[in-house]
């Protein structure tokens, strides 16, 4: 085990799990995150819910996928795409000065970090614009990094390996 491999597996499970339970907070209140969608004025009405249940779908499929190390490239690279799109829109909110209260951003895990004194804002502000870059930097730090990490996928190469052997 290398440090460097160590470190791209913790990240990418963090990232995972922000992804996850983000997804598992929206369904829990789905109708509330429909809400929330509109809010931002950027959608016609008709595609609210559909864009809604997508982002939802992947939150959680991309966080289970980063989680277990599976199609990490692909996962981190989507990853990285989502968060921009999240920081682009947060900083069209913003610039246009809408009244949103809520990012829709907030999860379980935030709640763990302000048990720990790291308040993350979940209003619309400059701060969430920026912590959503900083997300997408690191997915695609992970993307170009030369450590692949640990998770599913190198296992299989292994087992792949050991078989030609």
Known sequence: MTMPSMLIT?????LGAILFFAGIAKISNFGA???????YQMLPTGFVKPISYLLVSAEITLGITLIIGYFSTGACILSSLLFLIFALVLANAVWRKLPITDCGCGNFLFSLLDILGLQISTT????TV?????LAAV????????????GLESL???MGESKVS
């Open 10 to 14: 913790c990240l990418r499970i963090l």
């Open 33 to 39: 995150f429909v809400i929330n969608v509109d809010s």
């Open 124 to 127: 619309v502000n400059w701060k």
């Open 130 to 134: 920026f912590m959503d870059i900083i």
């Open 139 to 150: 997915s695609f730090g992970i993307v170009i990094s030369p450590h692949q990490g640990y």
């Open 156 to 158: 299989m190469t292994k």
